[in-house]
């Protein structure tokens, strides 16, 4: 986008998904030369665990509305078929969930989680990784306003009272718990 600026014309390919510059370009632009290279893939990210067409589902086309949820003890979220989140012992906390408005969030309580997971995967809880073998990232809250980033899918704050969190993600897609940016 930045080159074909500078051009004045749209010579370069422009897209929001990754892997679509493939090769080097050289460009001569007032006499300087620049050259428009392959993207950085981030092999611990969500994006390349997903086929292309889920990519229009996860990537985000317009600026994310944040999803507010209070909550109360245990509670359950299944983002699409891409990753679930655990929160335990919850008393006056909230979630507010920052990923793509096309992804649907299905929320419920932690008990029989596992057993509803297993019954809709694919089905209800969709689009899936490539990858469906899961791993599990814990953390006791001890902040009281914490974001839990799940790498090329967004990110979940959480406020208020609540003992841990579990994440299930694909087993190499990376997890960060860090103190709330907003």
Request: net charge neutral; glycine share 6%; with cysteine.
């Amino acid at each position: 986008t930045l080159l074909n600026s500078l051009m004045g014309n749209s010579t370069l390919t422009m897209s929001r998904y990754p892997g679509t510059t493939l090769d080097f370009n050289t460009l001569e632009i007032d006499g300087q030369t620049y050259i428009d290279t392959p993207g950085i893939e981030i092999s611990s990210s969500m994006l390349m665990e997903v086929d292309e067409e889920d990519l229009k589902t996860i990537l985000p086309a317009k600026t994310l509305k944040p999803r507010v949820f209070q909550l109360r003890k245990d509670q359950s979220f299944a983002i699409g078929g891409l990753a679930r989140v655990d929160l335990f012992g919850c008393d006056h906390a909230s979630a507010v969930f920052y990923v793509s408005d096309s992804l649907k969030l299905h929320r419920g309580k932690v008990e029989g989680a596992d057993e509803l997971w297993k019954k809709h995967y694919n089905e209800l809880f969709v689009p899936v990784p490539k990858d469906r073998n899961f791993r599990k990232f814990s953390i006791r809250k001890e902040m009281d306003k914490m974001d839990i980033v799940i790498d090329g899918l967004g990110w979940i704050s959480v406020h208020g009272q609540m003992r841990n969190v579990d994440v299930y993600v694909p087993k190499n897609v990376n997890v960060t718990f860090r103190k709330a940016m907003l």
